[in-house]
Every structure is written in structure tokens, then in C-alpha cells.
């Protein structure tokens, strides 16, 4: 296994290849990010450990959406076969491979889950709990609350200590199943080729956050103008969470590219 360096531009061709790879075979994408979803928020409401054990899968639905693009771009899942059973072939190809990797994503599962946990508390410690006093009884935004400048800060501050652990774990679950790499290990080769790749990772986010805006506005306009038409408040609501899934699932698709021209076999 070998570093590639490539060129800050190769950001933007990630995200398009993300895109495309999305567009082939959305069905695919969409079951798989709302299947691990759904197993998100059913571990997320036991108590105690639910939380913890839910932010655990985030290493396994990374995989499994990594490994639908592979086989969305090489067509491995849909020759001879087209339509729902090509989406029906990379939904449980994904699952098989994320299955047979099962106990090294466990490890990294736990070591995501104490680094994310770690990251937030550190922030906190420092910065204070930005969700403390931010929703009412009903579970409203308290607007006073959230439009403070302690607030913003803290969150902030937040999201600045969870990209090292981000970095950290954005290549691991590929290096583990493609490459055969340990938890451990995985996790140093994904940051240090983060480290060396940043001017791309930036041109990448910085591209999505451009294709998220537009996107969000758009939805925004669509669901404002269900809900002035024909009052259908649930209806618009639907278009925006819906919306935000497509966005979510089009995104993790793309982060096989990513690997793909981080890495290569000598």
C-alpha cells in the first residue's frame, strides 16, 4: 500500500464523481443510509448506552456506503442485472462486506466512539455546553439562547475538536476492508494521509458546502411554497428532511473516491 499526493482541484472531481456514482444507482445509496439510520435512532433512545453504541456505527455505514460506490462505478453489482435488482445487488453486497468485517469495525466503532465522546467533552470543559438552555420544555430553539455569541462559540468550538477525529477515521473502514490494515493502524494512515492530501479535502468540502447550500435552498423554496399553496406544513417538512437525507447518503457515496486516489497497491 502506497500515499498518493494529489492536487488540491482533485476536491471538486470527488464530489462530482460522488455525485455521479449517487445518481446511477440512488435507490441503492438511500436504503443503505436510511437502514443504518434507522439503527442509529433505535440505539440512540436505549438508556445509557444507546448513545455511545449508536455514534459506535458510524465506521460501519461509512463501509458500507464506500463499497456501493465501488460497485456502482465498476459495475460489478449490475451486469447482467438493471434497475431495482442492480440497487437490490449493491444494497446487499454493501451488507455482506461491511458483515465479513465485522469484528475489526467493531474496533474501530468503540475507538470512534471514545474519540468523538472525548473530542465534545473536551469542548465542553472549555467552552461550556452549547445545548444547555437551547430548547424549551416543547423542544423549541430558544432564540435568545441560540443567537448568543456564548452559544455559537460553543458549537464552534465543537465542530473544530471533532475534525482531527474526523481525519482520523474518514479513510480507516476502507483501509480495513480493502487493504487489510489494522483498527489501529488504519486510523494513523487515514490521518496522516488527510494531513497530506488537505488542499484536496478542503477543495471537497468546500465543494459540498457549495452543492448543500444551493440544494437547501432550493428545498427551502419547494417546501415554502407547498405549505403557502396547499397549507400542507407536514408535506413541506417532508421535502426538507427528505431532502437532507439524499444530501446525506450523495455525500458518504462520494467519500470512496477519496480512498481511491489516497491509496495504492506497489
Known amino acids: 500500500m502506497k500515499l498518493q499526493i494529489v492536487s488540491p482541484r482533485t476536491g471538486v472531481q470527488w464530489m462530482r464523481e460522488g455525485l455521479r456514482a449517487f445518481r446511477r444507482q440512488p435507490m441503492a445509496f438511500f436504503s ?8 442509529i435512532a433505535m440505539l440512540s433512545v436505549v438508556p445509557l448506552v444507546g448513545g455511545p453504541l449508536a455514534v459506535a456505527l458510524g465506521p460501519a455505514t461509512t463501509l458500507a456506503l464506500m463499497v456501493a460506490s465501488e460497485l456502482a462505478v465498476n459495475d460489478r453489482a449490475t451486469a447482467p442485472a438493471a434497475g431495482r435488482a442492480a440497487s437490490a445487488g449493491i444494497f446487499l453486497q454493501a451488507l ?5 468485517q465485522a469484528k475489526p469495525l467493531a474496533v474501530l466503532g468503540l475507538l ?3 474519540s468523538a465522546l472525548a473530542a465534545g467533552g473536551l469542548a465542553t470543559l472549555i467552552f461550556g ?3 444547555e438552555g437551547a430548547f424549551g420544555n416543547d423542544g423549541a430553539p430558544q432564540a435568545e439562547v441560540v443567537q448568543s455569541t456564548g452559544f455559537q462559540i460553543a458549537v464552534l468550538a465543537r465542530l473544530l475538536f471533532y475534525v482531527p477525529v474526523a ?3 474518514w479513510h480507516a473502514p476502507a483501509l480495513v476492508h480493502w487493504h487489510g490494515v489494522a483498527p489501529v493502524k488504519s486510523i494513523f494512515f487515514s490521518l496522516v494521509a488527510c494531513w497530506r492530501n488537505m488542499g484536496a479535502l478542503t477543495l471537497y468540502g468546500l465543494a459540498w458546502a457549495g452543492v448543500v447550500l444551493a440544494l437547501s435552498l432550493l428545498m427551502s423554496l419547494v417546501a415554502s411554497l407547498l405549505i403557502a399553496v396547499s397549507g400542507a406544513t407536514a408535506l413541506g417538512m417532508a421535502v426538507m428532511v ?3 437525507f ?3 447518503a ?3 457515496a462520494s467519500a470512496w473516491f477519496t480512498f481511491r486516489d489516497s491509496f495504492s497497491v506497489e
Not at 32 to 39: E, H, I, N, T
Not at 96 to 100: D, N, T
Request: glycine share 6%.
Open 112 to 114: 470512534y466512539a471514545l
Open 250 to 252: 450523495a455525500f458518504l
Open 96 to 100: 455482506q462486506a461491511v458483515r465479513a
Open 167 to 169: 481525519l482520523a477515521f
Open 32 to 39: 443503505l443510509f436510511m437502514l443504518f439510520m434507522s439503527a
Open 246 to 248: 439524499l444530501l446525506s
Open 242 to 244: 427528505g431532502g437532507s
Open 129 to 131: 455546553d452549547p445545548f
